[in-house]
């Protein structure tokens, strides 16, 4: 159990702290050039997300349990922080005090990542390793949701001239919205529905879309990087979805492992 403890913080740690990283540098890149105080916030957040992915390369899977646990609580500190960042950015934007090129849904998809993360952390400081029916369910609805606004903003960003590209996107946007409202029923069913056939049943409908909208975000990303496709994505962007899309997919095997090994 300490082993699973270990090689899934530093595992949520690795993945994370970049993604936290790269949060900060696009929210930067969005800002008006007079909004220099929230561009140096959003640089302080890419050093210390940096430090944090160095001192990452000190620990193994072998590392000292207690060693693990301060650390998770020390990065925890930092995605907690990042969250109260975005969060103050989404403020001062629907207030219109800020004009920027982030667009509200984004920055708030961004922030309830950093409040993922946090939990996540604070989920393996406490023991919480493996998965029940109600967390399995509760993660796929948080995941779907970070899906279809993927779905949403590789839309908009896409220049209205890339006609197919833009009428996929929103078609990945409506099928991700409707297998979010079907797991937000799912979860209301509970406990009747813990069972594993229904459970599987759910996460295989989920694994095949996300894995199309996977295999869509790479080729976008392809294209964009090769400088076939018209958009303001940025290339980092694109890799970005793509690879939070990768996390989905893992995240949903190891559930159905869970699954298996119960049954």
Request: proline share 3%.
């Amino acid at each position: 159990m300490a082993d699973m403890f270990v090689s899934r913080s530093l595992e949520e740690i690795r993945f994370w702290s970049r993604i936290m990283k790269e949060h900060a540098l696009f929210l930067s890149l969005g800002f008006s050039y007079t909004d220099k105080q929230l561009i140096e916030e959003a640089q302080h957040f890419i050093a210390l997300f940096e430090r944090i992915e160095e001192q990452l390369s000190q620990y193994s899977n072998n590392s000292d349990p207690q060693q693990i646990r301060a650390f998770n609580t020390h990065v925890c500190q930092a995605a907690t922080a990042i969250w109260a960042y975005k969060r103050k950015v989404l403020g001062l934007t629907l207030q219109c005090k800020i004009r920027s090129n982030n667009f509200p849904l984004l920055v708030d998809h961004i922030s309830r990542e950093a409040a993922y993360f946090a939990n996540r952390l604070q989920d393996l400081n406490e023991g919480k390793l493996k998965p029940l029916p109600e967390a399995i369910i509760k993660e796929n609805v948080f995941f779907l949701r970070i899906m279809a606004d993927h779905a949403k903003f590789i839309g908009h960003l896409l220049d209205p001239s890339e006609r197919k590209l833009v009428d996929q996107a929103r078609e990945f946007s409506h099928d991700f919205d409707q297998l979010l409202f079907q797991a937000v029923d799912l979860d209301s069913m509970r406990p009747q529905s813990e069972t594993v056939p229904m459970l599987d049943q759910f996460l295989d409908q989920n694994r095949v879309s996300v894995a199309s909208l996977r295999d869509f975000k790479k080729a976008a990303r392809d294209l964009i990087e090769a400088c076939k496709i018209k958009s303001n994505i940025h290339p980092l962007l694109a890799d970005h979805t793509f690879r939070e899309a990768e996390r989905f997919l893992h995240i949903i095997d190891q559930f159905e492992a869970s699954l298996t090994a119960k049954s």
